[in-house]
């Protein structure tokens, strides 16, 4: 008898984003395709990073113990409401393993976060997808979705890879009309680039039905580190803490970790840049026809309207150019490309190949 998988959902499991088509092309040396933070984290971050490197022989034994301390100063919540892991990616499948199962539901954003469903299908837990107002969260129709099966409800805010996001008005509405059994989960892993007002991990302190996902791998830049943090009370906290791996995180990257938090300089500008630059290439796109999605994080959603001039034919032909962009595996976003905010230059170079592409697709 061949080997059988014990959980037959993984096989539903599939890839959320859309290979490079390119036949022909250059090493890549734009990358705006993985909503990195192109700036790069605080010059402290680096040093404090290097330094600890001069330890990996070593576990750091209290990944809680070193950086909650820091992560409960700068934003508020007791250590004992923050957990700590390798990217908020880490958490989700996390919470997923700890509240899904079979006979058991997500309700999610049809044109939400793509891998979310994955966390789902592994744990044999149902995946409802809710479609939106456009390519925004309708929570009217996410409220209708749920059901007595409905365990998590999962939203990202600002959304990826659309950049829409939700009021706080409407993300108390979508608390307050869930039931008792149901577990709100908040990725507010690009909350820095928008202006949410009241942050989110504030707006839902001590509620036992909200767990709110951070990272440090966009605006801190520290993508390569793997980390990320959560908030929520600890009895919601503690069944996902309990399957984390034993030592979670590097010591480097919770050193530089520590280290951003400390630079709020070099955040702010990171945010300013980001802010001044997603305006500039949403006017940019405007300009060649394009179909811009109003964003409020460090991507741009664009839609290209014309077939004769596709999202994919774009793609191939900016990368053919080595200037990576991002397409999606959903057939929701066949028309769409999303674009990471990089350095100025980078746009502009991006923008200029767009632009040649259009001109001569149309000839």
Known sequence: MPLQIAKPG???????????????????????????????????ALAAFRAASADLERYEE?????????LSARYGPD????????????????????YLGPETSLVRLESGYLKVPNYAHANDAEVVSVRGNDLSASIDAMLAAVDGRTRIVYLANPENPAGTCVGADE??????????????????????????GTPTHEMFAGDPNVVVCRTFSKVFGLAGARIGWATGTPETLDPVRRIGLT????????????????????????????????????????RLS????????????VRF?????SAAEATKALAEQGI??????????????????????????????????LRQAAA
């Open 171 to 196: 993300l108390r509405r979508l608390r307050a009309g869930l039931p008792d059994e149901a577990l709100l989960v908040i990725d507010a892993a690009y909350e820095e680039f928008a202006d949410v």
């Open 305 to 309: 309207p014309d077939m004769g001039r």
């Open 62 to 70: 209290d990944a809680h113990g070193f950086l909650a301390p820091h």
């Open 324 to 357: 990576l962009i991002r397409r999606f595996a959903s057939p929701i976003f066949d028309d769409y490309a999303r674009i990471t905010i990089g350095h100025e230059q980078e746009l502009r170079r991006a923008v200029t190949a767009l632009e040649a592409f």
């Open 290 to 301: 394009l179909q811009p999605v109003p964003s409020h994080a460090n991507f741009v959603l």
């Open 10 to 44: 993984i096989a539903r499991i599939t890839k959320h984003m859309v290979k490079n088509e390119a036949k022909t092309a250059p090493p890549p040396s734009v990358l705006l395709h993985s909503n990195e933070n192109a700036f790069g984290p605080s010059p402290h």
């Open 247 to 286: 030592f979670p995180v590097s010591t480097p990257a919770l050193h530089a970790a520590r280290a951003a938090l400390q630079d709020r300089a070099h955040e702010a500008w990171v945010v300013a840049e980001t802010r001044r630059l997603r305006a500039w290439l949403t006017a940019e796109l405007t």
């Open 79 to 98: 250590t004992d409401a923050i957990m700590i892991g390798q990217g908020s990616d880490d958490i989700l499948a996390r919470i997923a393993r700890v």
